[in-house]
């Protein structure tokens, strides 16, 4: 795990007996897969969304090639520096949160660049969900045991992307991870891959998982 990365949640004030909730922000709270169409429209490129991945189906609108792969990580650094501010929330998202932050913790584990982390917290509290946020990078297993070492009460981690919850699994077994991607047809996409973790496929089954783990 990077310093900067350790720094934040070092700052991150937590209550060892509270249940803890760690969140995703994009495809858990924000509708990026929406967000990013719509940026992609105005450089003339969509998503192709014939299989789960962004390398590779990123296409031009009049040709049909493939956005150079080598050249994705740019474009996606100018989505968030010019759209992080603006994502729409997933629905449910702020009721469910917001009735569960009377019982519980909740901290945001997002990979957004750092120099993008204020626009995602200013995103946040507009939209009601003022909560911590940790800008990672990479991997988020480590920074998921890191923060689970703070805790003594049940953990529950949600993401979109496998990997990251394998990782989370991998580095702190005892957090419960949940697997939840809010746009609908990449949630059907990876719900043909067999994938081990629990899945929900809204905000309201997420928040019965949740209550399930953490209250019972
Ligand atoms: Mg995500």
Same mark, same amino acid.
Request: proline content about 5%.
């Given at each position: 795990?990077?310093?900067?990365?350790?720094?934040? $949640?070092? *700052?991150?004030?937590?209550? +060892?007996?509270?249940?803890?909730?760690?969140?995703?922000?994009?495809?858990?709270?924000?509708?990026?897969?929406?967000?990013?169409?719509?940026?992609? /429209?105005?450089?003339?490129?969509?998503?192709?969304?014939?299989?789960?991945?962004?390398?590779?189906? $990123?296409?031009?609108?009049?040709?049909?090639?493939?956005?150079?792969?080598?050249?994705?990580?740019?474009?996606?650094? /100018?989505? !968030?520096?010019?759209?992080? *501010?603006?994502?729409?929330?997933? #629905?449910?998202?702020?009721?469910?949160?917001?009735?569960? *932050?009377?019982?519980?913790?909740?901290?945001?584990?997002?990979?957004?660049?750092?120099?993008?982390?204020?626009?995602?917290?200013?995103?946040? /509290?507009?939209?009601?969900?003022? !909560?911590?946020?940790?800008?990672?990078?990479?991997?988020?297993?480590?920074?998921?045991?890191?923060?689970? +070492?703070?805790?003594?009460?049940?953990?529950?981690?949600?993401?979109?992307?496998?990997?990251?919850?394998?990782?989370?699994?991998? =580095?702190?077994? =005892? @957090?419960?991870?949940? =697997?939840?991607?809010?746009?609908?047809?990449?949630? #059907?996409? @990876?719900?043909?891959?067999?994938?081990?973790?629990? *899945?929900?496929?809204?905000?309201? #089954?997420?928040?019965?998982? $949740?209550?399930?783990?953490?209250?019972?």
């Amino acid at each position: 795990m990077r310093d900067w990365v350790k720094d934040q $949640i070092d *700052r991150v004030v937590l209550d +060892t007996d509270r249940p803890l909730i760690i969140s995703d922000a994009d495809e858990v709270l924000f509708q990026f897969v929406r967000g990013l169409e719509a940026f992609l /429209e105005t450089a003339g490129l969509y998503l192709d969304l014939s299989s789960f991945r962004l390398s590779g189906n $990123i296409k031009n609108k009049t040709t049909n090639e493939t956005y150079p792969i080598d050249d994705v990580p740019n474009l996606l650094a /100018e989505f !968030f520096a010019e759209r992080t *501010r603006h994502l729409e929330v997933v #629905e449910g998202a702020q009721n469910v949160l917001n009735s569960l *932050r009377g019982d519980a913790q909740i901290v945001v584990l997002t990979n957004v660049p750092a120099e993008q982390k204020a626009d995602r917290v200013s995103a946040l /509290e507009r939209n009601g969900l003022d !909560f911590p946020v940790i800008a990672n990078s990479g991997d988020k297993g480590p920074a998921a045991a890191y923060l689970a +070492t703070r805790v003594e009460a049940p953990i529950v981690f949600i993401d979109d992307i496998p990997p990251n919850l394998d990782s989370v699994k991998q =580095h702190a077994n =005892h @957090i419960h991870c949940v =697997h939840f991607v809010s746009h609908p047809r990449l949630s #059907e996409l @990876i719900e043909a891959m067999d994938f081990e973790h629990p *899945r929900a496929k809204s905000w309201m #089954e997420l928040d019965k998982i $949740i209550r399930d783990h953490l209250f019972d």
